[in-house]
């Protein structure tokens, strides 16, 4: 069968209307598929070990997100945003996902014209964000609260000592958690080490073993891992009191339990939101968010001192100490 | 080299003559151990000095992390101001070796807790720290020293955790501090016992090491003492000497090379030995055949000598009985002319035959070597003065004219053998004369060639002087060969042809000799020199009185004499020379019997034949001589042999003087006045008629 002339024309003409529609179509409308990740710059810090392995996980997260993957753009010590700008141009980068302390850093020097997320942080204020949307590590209380539910139902009262330069935000967070597991959050504010120890040794005697948790979150102020850990984890195991984490390191040394950033998933998250603004979707709003992606480390041997049966709360533990 | 000239060469300095004077072996050993020694002490204080930096760091920086550690453990203790949050901290650092004392102080400096019995140290610096000081260190330091002890301090800080994620890292906040007191025990007694153990093994490997060298020295050095002995023993004289080869390799090749210098040495010594003995042995053939050459010479000699001394006596015993005889007929007054003629004849032919024995028997003697001259003070004029009578004697005779000249520069006395001058004289004007048909014949007597009078001796010229024949040149001297003459022989005179070989002989053994100037026709000069010691004036010699034979008796009591000879007509000829003379006489045939006659009589002296039998005459003198009574008892020994043997052997026994015989008168009666101071009478001249 024979093309009619016309039928030429129409099919030409066809393609050239999607393809306008196409060029003015919106961000994505720019790029092909395959192109995604050649607008999306990963900025991280070169560090050791073991916190290049958790960056590695987190960009191999955002690569599993972004078509092409991302581009890798490491930050030097000295790195500033007003250095990073012109190569970020010329790559013709887009997003800008950025990892750690100076990431961020170099993030609230950026140029608005980049779509900028941060993540890889811990301790981070609502000031530190600057508008930025800003994923940190710091895991969500909500869900502390309910693996805490599980673990030990019979808690009712969650004790913590923070520093609110900190993790004001986050306390905020969790009083919301707590009230919506059923749970009654005692804080107690401590702006330096000795203030702390002095709330811990006061509120270590005061503890119900049976009722009342203790939670230890992500603040360099009050949980000195010299002072009050040691003073801590020895009241825990001669009260048995229950005390659980926000830091994994904390289960080797004797807490229950405690959740940790689930890297590669948290990679997963950004890359969506990368891909998502690419495609004319929104960026986190600007702010601190805890982190939901996060996985849970259990001390077997602390659980059999606290009578904790790990086997019916058919929880899944992603690490478990001692390690076999 | 010697001894003295090697201590001669020692060098001055007193370890440089030590050096010279020990053992190779004593100056490897000290040299070695004064070595070992400086390097063990060296090396062990150096071992010490530098373990012990080590160990001072060692314990300094365990000091500091003690303290380190105890500000680590404190921090919670601070924090809550509460000791017992670190009283077991503090206990268990105090189980630390030298730790003595810890303090735990706050920020202000207030003590905390402290432990430990240590002094309270305020050690140079501030008694404490000075807050703001500590607080710009986080690590332990040194805070100050004694030398007991270190005072360290270790602030306490907060260690916040954090992490690249975290957007603000926690402050770091200043605690407090500890101070730590840690003693210097441990480090001075492992000094010690480090500078202890390195000397320790230093003298084990020190002495090790000196036997090694004596051992290796004794190695060395014993096969050069070897070698050194038997080049001692060599040096002395052992030649069959080796070296024993063993010991290093240079030493064996020095032994070797010892060995077969020694083997060369040998084989030429040998060779030399061979060489001497064959020439000892022909040196001994030789002395052998010549020892027999002479022996047969001397034999010969001897019996020449004594063929000589026989036929001597032979002869002079008949001629003494003819001379004397003659002599005692010529005394009797009653004789005629003609028998007086014939006893001239008698006399004149026996002296000429004793002459000729005499000559024989004296050129035999000088030609032996026997004849010794006897010099004696000679006034020499008067000495010649006799001599010039008999010449001009002679010379009156042949008719003619003799002269004779003594220069008065010719000494008075001089000391001479009068004897043996004046038969030279005698032979050479003598010969004059009888050479000289006509014509003159003189003596000149002068000083000859430099005379040094000054020195005790001159030389004095005897000249003769004759016109005679003369000399032809080449008989000039044959004419001093025995039994020779010049000329033709019906020229030839009486003599026996002795006299100038004798005189020639004479003068020689004088220290001058005979020369002769003459041309025949034309006269001969015959003159000697001959250096003699001039004698000072009244030293004079006996003279003889020229008038023996007029002597007829002597003053005085008569003296006894007693005549020895187994002959009798010896005896007797000398008892009828002696009687006239107013002698009492003995008789004895032999020595036993003189002596005998002896013991019986008084005698004043004897005259004593030597040669006789039964005893001869030397014993006889011998047992005189012991005799005490006849001691001093004058002896004339008198022999036919007068030979200069039979002279010493008489003097010898012990007697006063020696006569040869035939006996001279004159001669005997001038011994005789000698020993018996005996005052001779003589008769008046013109006796004989």
């Known amino acids: 069968m024979k093309w009619p002339r016309a039928a030429t024309w129409l099919w030409l003409y066809v393609v050239c209307v999607l393809g306008a529609f196409g060029l003015a179509g919106g961000h994505l409308a720019h790029a092909a598929p395959d192109d995604v990740g050649r607008s999306v710059a990963v900025l991280y810090p070169e560090l050791a070990e073991p916190y290049r392995s958790v960056l590695q996980a987190i960009i191999g997260g955002i690569d599993e997100r972004v078509p092409g993957g991302a581009v890798r753009v490491p930050l030097a010590p000295q790195s500033t945003a007003a250095d990073l700008v012109s190569d970020l141009r010329r790559r013709d980068a887009r997003v800008v996902v950025t990892l750690g302390r100076q990431g961020l850093r170099v993030a609230r020097g950026l140029d608005r014209q980049f779509g900028v997320v941060a993540s890889g942080v811990l301790a981070v204020t609502p000031a530190d964000a600057e508008g930025l949307g800003v994923l940190s590590l710091a895991p969500d209380p909500g869900m502390l609260f309910a693996r805490l539910r599980v673990l030990m139902p019979q808690v009712r009262r969650v004790r913590v000592v923070h520093d609110p330069s900190q993790n004001a935000w986050l306390i905020r967070l969790a009083r919301e958690a707590a009230r919506t597991q059923g749970l009654e959050l005692v804080v107690v504010e401590a702006t330096d080490l000795r203030a702390a120890l002095r709330a811990y040794t006061d509120l270590l005697p005061q503890m119900n073993p049976q009722q009342e948790a203790l939670w230890l979150p992500q603040d360099s102020v009050t949980v000195d891992e010299d002072t009050v850990m040691p003073l801590v984890l020895r009241e825990a195991w001669e009260r048995n009191l229950h005390v659980f984490s926000s830091n994994v390191a904390h289960v080797r040394r004797g807490v229950l339990f405690a959740l940790y950033p689930d890297n590669r998933a948290l990679g997963r998250v950004l890359g969506d939101w990368a891909r998502g603004y690419l495609q004319g979707g929104p960026l986190p709003p600007p702010g601190v968010q805890p982190l939901g992606e996060l996985l849970l480390a259990v001390n077997t041997r602390t659980a059999r001192h606290l009578g904790v049966s790990l086997a019916a709360t058919q929880l899944k533990f992603n690490t478990v100490f001692p390690e076999p | ?689």
């Open chain 2, 1 to 689: 080299m010697s001894r003295s000239s090697t201590h001669s060469m020692l060098p001055p300095f007193r370890w440089a003559r030590w050096l010279y004077r020990t053992t190779f072996q004593r100056q490897l050993s000290v040299t070695v151990a004064i070595g070992v020694v400086l390097m063990a002490v060296l090396s062990s204080t150096a071992a010490s000095w530098q373990g012990s930096r080590q160990i001072r760091d060692n314990l300094m920086q365990q000091g500091e992390r003690i303290a380190s550690s105890l500000a680590m453990q404190s921090q919670l203790a601070l924090l809550s101001s509460s000791p017992d949050n670190v009283s077991e901290a503090l206990a268990a650092t105090l189980t630390y070796p030298d730790v003595m004392r810890a303090e735990i102080r706050r920020v202000d400096g207030t003590v905390l807790i402290e432990r430990g019995a240590g002094p309270q140290p305020h050690t140079g610096r501030a008694a404490l720290p000075a807050s703001g000081e500590i607080q710009r260190v986080h690590e332990a330091y040194l805070e100050g020293e004694t030398d007991e002890l270190w005072c360290f301090i270790a602030p306490v800080w907060t260690h916040p955790r954090s992490s690249p994620f975290e957007v603000e890292s926690a402050p770091e906040e200043y605690l407090g501090y500890v101070r730590l007191i840690h003693s210097k025990g441990t480090l001075t007694r492992t000094k010690a016992n480090i500078f202890m153990v390195n000397l320790s093994m230093a003298a084990i490997i020190a002495i090790l090491f000196l036997g090694a060298v004596r051992y290796l020295g004794a190695r060395m050095t014993r096969p050069i003492q070897v070698l050194s002995g038997a080049m001692t023993r060599a040096e002395r004289g052992d030649a069959g000497v080796r070296a024993v080869v063993d010991g290093p390799q240079d030493i064996v090749d020095m032994a070797q090379a010892f060995n077969r210098m020694i083997a060369v040495l040998q084989d030429r010594g040998d060779e030399l030995e061979r060489h001497r003995e064959h020439l000892e042995d022909l040196v001994h053939d030789r002395t052998e055949q010549l020892q027999r050459a002479k022996d047969r010479a001397e034999e010969a000699s001897q019996a020449k000598s004594a063929f000589l001394a026989r036929m001597s006596h032979e002869l002079r015993t008949p001629l003494n009985a003819i001379l004397g005889y003659a002599q005692i007929l010529k005394m009797d007054r009653s004789l005629s002319a003609r028998q007086v003629a014939g006893l001239n004849t008698i006399h004149s032919s026996g002296e000429h035959l004793l002459m000729l024995i005499v000559d024989i028997l004296d050129l035999s003697r000088i030609e032996a070597g026997k004849v010794e001259l006897q010099p004696s003070p000679v006034v020499l004029r008067n000495s010649l003065q006799g001599l010039v009578d008999i010449i001009r004697v002679k010379a009156d005779e042949k008719q003619l004219d003799f002269s004779w000249t003594c220069d008065d520069g010719v000494p008075v006395t001089v000391l001479a053998d009068d004897k043996r001058l004046r038969q030279v004289l005698l032979n050479l004007l003598s010969n004059a004369v009888k050479f000289t048909d006509r014509g003159a014949v003189s003596l000149v007597v002068r000083l000859g060639g430099a005379a040094a009078i000054d020195t005790g001796l001159c030389t004095v010229r005897f000249e003769v002087h004759d016109s005679g024949a003369g000399i032809a040149a080449h008989d000039v001297e044959r004419i001093f060969e025995p039994f020779e003459q010049a000329g033709d022989s019906h020229q030839k005179a009486a003599g026996t042809g002795l006299g100038l070989a004798i005189s020639r002989q004479l003068v020689r053994l004088m220290g001058g000799d005979i020369h002769v100037e003459s041309q025949p026709g034309r006269g001969s000069l015959f003159w000697f020199e001959i250096e003699l010691p001039v004698m000072a004036d009244g030293q004079s010699a006996h003279t003889l009185p020229s008038v023996w034979s007029q002597i007829t008796g002597y003053a005085g009591y008569r003296r006894t004499l007693l005549i020895v000879d187994d002959v009798p007509a010896n005896r007797l000829m000398l008892v009828d020379l002696l009687r006239p003379l107013g002698f009492d006489l003995l008789e004895a045939g032999d020595g036993l019997a003189a002596l005998e006659r002896l013991r019986l009589h008084e005698v004043d002296a004897v005259l004593m034949d030597l040669t006789m039998p039964v005893m001869d005459g030397v014993e006889a003198i011998r047992r005189i001589r012991a005799e005490a009574r006849t001691t001093l008892l004058p002896v004339i020994a008198l022999s036919a042999n007068a030979a200069r043997d039979a002279h010493d052997e008489a003097v010898q026994a012990g007697a006063t003087e020696f006569l040869a015989k035939p006996i001279d008168r004159a001669q005997l009666l001038q011994v005789l006045g000698q020993l018996l101071d005996i005052d001779w009478v003589a008769a008046p001249p013109g006796m004989h008629g």
